[in-house]
């Protein structure tokens, strides 16, 4: 804080699975490195250039927050492993200097640590090894507290000899790997307020998918905190998804008409099939390809197998449950890595909890399912409520 | 025409600040936890407050506790956090210089049978973080250590001090008494390696009566008021939403600009330090690398508060050691090494965003005065 460190440091981005692809290689990287700029832009300018599958940020002003960065880019879906580094020549009085400047805090107070060297500019003068056993020398001396632990270290200080300049970091971050966001389609995620919703999101967008949300609010049975819970949630995943496009349905009226018309046992599994019929119509309009729900196996009455065939029966469009072989414990884990736990468990009703029945149907008929329905006309209300669906966009930086 | 220059003891609100108290009284007057609207309204008002201030100092908007000020905010920080759970640490490193909500919170502790150990500058006025770092064990259960020096402004080496704890001795809970350096010094939270910070509302031109503390997820604290629940347990009774509005305008003001106003200040110190050093015998107190907002001086011979009413006629204020002393003998500026006669006429000036060169040249003036009329009629 008081004394910082004058010296030029970049962060150096490595790409994890997208390495792997061939011909497609430069189209991914292309959407990461947009991602990335995106995600970074609001900290100052910065210079983005890629060379042996590593993407180079270096930032071009004075004040730009490269703590900030690394935490923003931590959540950028494509990257395996990220890492700041501090620059230096290519000339090994160089790379001791730096190295012990730039990593005084770190080793100060590590107990041990080792030296790894890379060295694609294969005409650097000295070889790996001998850049390991030179710098850790100086490094042992210079730290008291240091021992050499070449198994399992503690810290591992890194030299990298590239093309234009060394570079010397104290190891990699993992990232959030995965798939930049945008490489993979557009979804539509059915997003309640609980705690598997949001961990849906997340592990689609993991996969490249671009998040678009729906929530249904059933005023006056559910409140406006209720909403405001799930905007909530958006805010949190969108660190993850890039920026998503949140669609609140008004439901009341089908709710009530269901209470109506159908019977009490099937209440449950009859407003999730035109929940779902609602998510396709708005689907189609925002050109989503597929349906995201948080769904898994066995959990509640209405994600038994049999109910979940009979919600799949309306819909046209596949439905991916990332969660289904998930136990509950598994996905409250995710839920608190991504932050979304605490949000989750505030106390509001939310539409599924209205009009619960007693004793749901737990292994429904589809037939019973589709008869109870032929009571009441739903289509004129489901039309209804697409049109009265409120669109709020959740972006970075705000 | 008044010359205010004891910003270290309160700021006058800026008029952001002013207007969005009187705004939220006016129009948003909900209860944050009613369930209708306007409870929404408010509670969103409230939050809105608690991403700002998350902002400036890079923390998480759910890690910002509200509280009545730095006060409350320390008091909470020190007696909350200690004797938690079942391992009993009972040892608790500070230093000698501390705000008394610090201090005395931790004289609480001392009664209860805590060891605490109170770092003492050494002569040159300095506590390095080596000497902080050398009093923690493993049986310390924390560390309590000021930003910046209310009576002289002297900046503690927190950051050094508590990376080096919390790699030696991970389970040593760290608290900032960040009072006097929030809106003045950027920090962030991680940098400082801090568990809990505590800010106020009216050092940075904000509203009196509202602070905040933050404190790291996984903390756990204890809380000292119950009631209601709100913030989250740890701070029962109704949000005081039209200050927390009120704190969140001036940060909102004062995050824009926080380094260009630290050059001014830096500025105006190195003028006002050359102005006095014209004069005969004036001691500067504060280290040449202190925060340039306060500035800490002695007259020897004119007890401080015969300088201070002196200049109130003038309409200069300023304080004799800080304000919440009421004019007791600072046993921080002792400890920071003074003698008797340097801390009996000890001065303390503290610059604000309105202070202008002018302000501090009246200042100058009026010591020099002070001096022809005072020490003659001795």
Same mark, same amino acid.
């Given at each position: 804080?008081?004394?910082?460190?004058?010296?030029?440091?970049?962060?150096?981005?490595?790409?994890? @699975?997208?390495?792997?692809?061939?011909?497609?290689?430069? /189209?991914?990287?292309? =959407?990461?490195?947009? %991602? $990335? #700029?995106?995600?970074?832009?609001?900290?100052?300018?910065?210079?983005?250039?890629?060379?042996?599958?590593?993407?180079?940020?270096?930032?071009?002003?004075?004040?730009?927050?490269?703590?900030?960065?690394?935490?923003?880019?931590?959540?950028?879906?494509?990257?395996?492993?990220?890492?700041?580094?501090?620059?230096?020549?290519?000339?090994?009085?160089?790379?001791?200097?730096?190295?012990?400047?730039?990593?005084?805090?770190?080793?100060?107070?590590?107990?041990?640590?080792?030296?790894?060297?890379?060295?694609?500019?294969?005409?650097?003068?000295?070889?790996?090894?001998?850049?390991?056993?030179?710098?850790?020398?100086?490094?042992?001396?210079?730290?008291?507290?240091?021992?050499?632990?070449?198994?399992?270290? @503690?810290?591992?200080?890194?030299?990298?000899?590239?093309? /234009?300049?060394?570079? =010397?970091?104290?190891? %990699? $971050? #993992?990232?959030?790997?995965?798939?930049?966001?945008?490489?993979?389609?557009?979804?539509?995620?059915?997003?309640?307020?609980?705690?598997?919703?949001?961990?849906?999101?997340?592990?689609?967008?993991?996969?490249?998918?671009?998040?678009?949300?729906?929530?249904?609010?059933?005023?006056?049975?559910?409140?406006?905190?209720?909403?405001?819970?799930?905007?909530?949630?958006?805010?949190?995943?969108?660190?993850?998804?890039?920026?998503?496009?949140?669609?609140?349905?008004?439901?009341?009226?089908?709710?009530?008409?269901?209470?109506?018309?159908?019977?009490?046992?099937?209440?449950?599994?009859?407003?999730?099939?035109?929940?779902?019929?609602?998510?396709?119509?708005?689907?189609?309009?925002?050109?989503?390809?597929?349906?995201?729900?948080?769904?898994?196996?066995?959990?509640?009455?209405?994600?038994?197998?049999?109910?979940?065939?009979?919600?799949?029966?309306?819909?046209?469009?596949?439905?991916?449950?990332?969660?289904?072989?998930?136990?509950?414990?598994?996905?409250?884990?995710?839920?608190?890595?991504?932050?979304?736990?605490?949000?989750?468990?505030?106390?509001?009703?939310?539409?599924?909890?209205?009009?619960?029945?007693?004793?749901?149907?737990?292994?429904?008929?589809?037939?019973?399912?589709?008869?109870?329905?032929?009571?009441?006309?739903?289509?004129?209300?489901?039309?209804?409520?697409?049109?009265?669906?409120?669109?709020?966009?959740?972006?970075?930086?705000? | 025409?008044?010359?205010?220059?004891?910003?270290?003891?309160?700021?006058?609100?800026?008029?952001?600040?002013?207007?969005?108290?009187?705004?939220?009284?006016?129009?948003?007057?909900?209860?944050?936890?009613?369930?209708?609207?306007?409870?929404?309204?408010?509670?969103?008002?409230?939050?809105?407050?608690?991403?700002?201030?998350?902002?400036?100092?890079?923390?998480?908007?759910?890690?910002?506790?509200?509280?009545?000020?730095?006060?409350?905010?320390?008091?909470?920080?020190?007696?909350?956090?200690?004797?938690?759970?079942?391992?009993?640490?009972?040892?608790?490193?500070?230093?000698?210089?501390?705000?008394?909500?610090?201090?005395?919170?931790?004289?609480?502790?001392?009664?209860?049978?805590?060891?605490?150990?109170?770092?003492?500058?050494?002569?040159?006025?300095?506590?390095?973080?080596?000497?902080?770092?050398?009093?923690?064990?493993?049986?310390?259960?924390?560390?309590?250590?000021?930003?910046?020096?209310?009576?002289?402004?002297?900046?503690?080496?927190?950051?050094?001090?508590?990376?080096?704890?919390?790699?030696?001795?991970?389970?040593?809970?760290?608290?900032?008494?960040?009072?006097?350096?929030?809106?003045?010094?950027?920090?962030?939270?991680?940098?400082?390696?801090?568990?809990?910070?505590?800010?106020?509302?009216?050092?940075?031109?904000?509203?009196?009566?509202?602070?905040?503390?933050?404190?790291?997820?996984?903390?756990?604290?204890?809380?000292?008021?119950?009631?209601?629940?709100?913030?989250?347990?740890?701070?029962?009774?109704?949000?005081?939403?039209?200050?927390?509005?009120?704190?969140?305008?001036?940060?909102?003001?004062?995050?824009?600009?926080?380094?260009?106003?630290?050059?001014?200040?830096?500025?105006?110190?190195?003028?006002?330090?050359?102005?006095?050093?014209?004069?005969?015998?004036?001691?500067?107190?504060?280290?040449?690398?202190?925060?340039?907002?306060?500035?800490?001086?002695?007259?020897?011979?004119?007890?401080?508060?015969?300088?201070?009413?002196?200049?109130?006629?003038?309409?200069?204020?300023?304080?004799?050691?800080?304000?919440?002393?009421?004019?007791?003998?600072?046993?921080?500026?002792?400890?920071?090494?003074?003698?008797?006669?340097?801390?009996?006429?000890?001065?303390?000036?503290?610059?604000?965003?309105?202070?202008?060169?002018?302000?501090?040249?009246?200042?100058?003036?009026?010591?020099?005065?002070?001096?022809?009329?005072?020490?003659?009629?001795?």
């Amino acid at each position: 804080m008081q004394r910082r460190i004058k010296m030029q440091e970049i962060i150096l981005i490595k790409y994890g @699975e997208m390495a792997l692809k061939g011909m497609n290689k430069k /189209t991914f990287e292309d =959407v990461l490195v947009k %991602n $990335i #700029k995106r995600r970074i832009k609001s900290l100052g300018k910065t210079f983005i250039t890629r060379a042996q599958s590593t993407i180079y940020i270096e930032p071009a002003d004075e004040g730009f927050d490269i703590d900030e960065a690394m935490t923003r880019l931590g959540k950028v879906f494509g990257i395996a492993a990220l890492c700041r580094a501090a620059v230096c020549e290519k000339d090994f009085e160089d790379i001791k200097r730096v190295a012990c400047e730039y990593l005084a805090d770190t080793l100060e107070y590590a107990k041990t640590f080792k030296v790894t060297a890379k060295r694609s500019d294969k005409n650097f003068s000295m070889k790996s090894p001998e850049i390991c056993r030179e710098l850790g020398g100086v490094l042992l001396e210079k730290f008291e507290r240091l021992s050499v632990d070449v198994n399992d270290p @503690e810290i591992t200080v890194t030299v990298e000899i590239r093309d /234009t300049n060394a570079y =010397v970091h104290a190891g %990699n $971050i #993992k990232g959030a790997g995965g798939l930049p966001v945008g490489t993979s389609g557009h979804a539509l995620l059915l997003l309640s307020g609980g705690i598997d919703s949001p961990v849906a999101g997340y592990m689609m967008a993991k996969r490249g998918v671009h998040i678009s949300a729906i929530h249904y609010v059933s005023p006056p049975y559910t409140s406006e905190r209720a909403r405001l819970k799930v905007e909530q949630l958006c805010e949190k995943i969108t660190p993850y998804c890039g920026s998503i496009a949140f669609f609140c349905v008004p439901f009341t009226k089908i709710q009530e008409e269901i209470k109506n018309n159908c019977p009490e046992e099937f209440f449950t599994i009859i407003m999730r099939r035109l929940m779902m019929k609602i998510a396709q119509k708005i689907a189609a309009r925002e050109k989503c390809l597929a349906l995201i729900t948080g769904e898994s196996v066995g959990q509640v009455a209405s994600q038994t197998m049999s109910a979940l065939v009979c919600t799949d029966a309306v819909c046209e469009i596949p439905v991916f449950r990332p969660l289904i072989g998930m136990d509950k414990t598994e996905i409250v884990e995710i839920s608190r890595k991504i932050d979304t736990f605490d949000i989750s468990i505030q106390p509001y009703e939310d539409c599924c909890t209205v009009f619960t029945p007693k004793h749901p149907k737990v292994r429904p008929i589809l037939s019973d399912i589709e008869a109870a329905e032929q009571n009441f006309d739903f289509e004129p209300l489901l039309q209804e409520a697409v049109e009265k669906t409120e669109l709020k966009i959740f972006n970075l930086d705000m | 025409m008044s010359i205010y220059l004891d910003n270290a003891a309160t700021t006058k609100p800026c008029r952001e600040a002013v207007k969005a108290i009187y705004d939220c009284l006016d129009s948003n007057y909900g209860n944050p936890s009613s369930l209708h609207h306007e409870g929404v309204r408010a509670q969103i008002a409230v939050d809105e407050v608690r991403k700002m201030i998350g902002r400036t100092i890079a923390a998480d908007p759910e890690c910002i506790y509200f509280t009545s000020g730095a006060t409350e905010s320390n008091n909470l920080a020190v007696l909350g956090s200690v004797g938690n759970g079942g391992k009993k640490k009972n040892r608790i490193v500070s230093t000698a210089v501390e705000h008394p909500s610090v201090d005395r919170a931790l004289s609480r502790l001392e009664e209860k049978g805590f060891e605490v150990v109170r770092i003492a500058p050494d002569k040159n006025g300095n506590i390095s973080h080596e000497r902080i770092i050398n009093a923690v064990d493993s049986n310390t259960a924390l560390v309590s250590i000021m930003l910046v020096n209310n009576e002289t402004g002297y900046i503690m080496p927190v950051r050094r001090a508590f990376y080096g704890i919390k790699k030696l001795y991970p389970g040593c809970l760290t608290h900032c008494d960040a009072v006097q350096g929030y809106m003045k010094i950027p920090f962030k939270v991680s940098e400082l390696s801090a568990d809990m910070v505590s800010l106020s509302g009216h050092k940075i031109c904000g509203p009196k009566g509202i602070g905040a503390l933050y404190v790291r997820k996984g903390i756990h604290i204890k809380p000292r008021t119950f009631g209601g629940g709100q913030e989250k347990g740890l701070r029962s009774g109704t949000e005081n939403v039209p200050m927390i509005v009120g704190m969140g305008a001036a940060v909102k003001a004062l995050s824009r600009d926080i380094n260009e106003r630290y050059s001014k200040a830096q500025e105006l110190k190195a003028m006002f330090l050359k102005k006095i050093s014209e004069l005969e015998n004036v001691t500067v107190n504060s280290s040449e690398d202190a925060s340039p907002y306060i500035i800490n001086i002695s007259v020897p011979g004119i007890r401080s508060e015969i300088m201070l009413h002196f200049l109130e006629e003038r309409g200069i204020y300023i304080s004799s050691g800080s304000a919440c002393s009421k004019g007791e003998k600072s046993s921080v500026l002792k400890s920071f090494g003074l003698c008797d006669e340097l801390v009996d006429s000890a001065l303390r000036i503290s610059l604000g965003r309105e202070t202008i060169g002018a302000d501090l040249s009246a200042l100058a003036e009026g010591i020099g005065d002070a001096r022809k009329s005072l020490l003659k009629a001795k």
